[in-house]
């Protein structure tokens, strides 16, 4: 018996909780310089975490399809030469790279009652919004 409690609350729903995780994953563990990214053992490890749900989710048919979720919608803010959070090939490589356990997520975001646009990224928009702030980001 599967016995899982899903919460209508988006500060503590897991499904958008995870998604949101993992799009400051791709950034961190894949995006940036080598010597700003996370330690492997713990940001491949949380890659490895998620992955582990989502099977569980395909495994129990909870989730039997994939969802197609857009860029980051803040390309230019995090690869800005004021900000150097990314950069801006290795963000694309890593988009396309991600984009099966990407679509996944979209899907359970989805099947849990929750809004890929709403949920996952204005509320990252949001995190990144107070991430650049706290650096004076300028656009140029």
């Not at 399809?65 to 995090?78: D, F, G, I, K």
């Not at 991600?98 to 979209?106: E, S, T």
Request: a negative charge; glycine letters at 4%.
């Amino acid at each position: 018996t599967i016995h899982y409690f899903p919460s209508s609350d988006r500060r503590t729903a897991l499904a958008p909780a995870l998604a949101s995780l993992h799009e400051a994953l791709i950034v961190m563990n894949h995006a940036t310089d080598e010597e700003r990214r996370l330690n492997p053992v713990i940001g491949l490890s949380l890659e490895e975490t998620i992955d582990g749900y989502l099977e569980f989710m395909s495994t129990y048919n909870i989730v039997d399809e994939v969802h197609e979720p857009r860029r980051y919608p803040w390309r230019e803010r995090l690869c800005s030469p004021n900000l150097p959070v990314a950069q801006g090939e290795l963000l694309d490589q890593a988009y396309d790279d991600c984009k099966l356990r990407r679509g996944l997520l979209a899907a359970v975001v989805e099947h849990a009652g929750f809004e890929w646009e709403g949920d996952v990224i204005e509320y990252s928009r949001h995190e990144c919004k107070k991430l650049t702030e706290c650096h004076d980001y300028t656009p140029e």
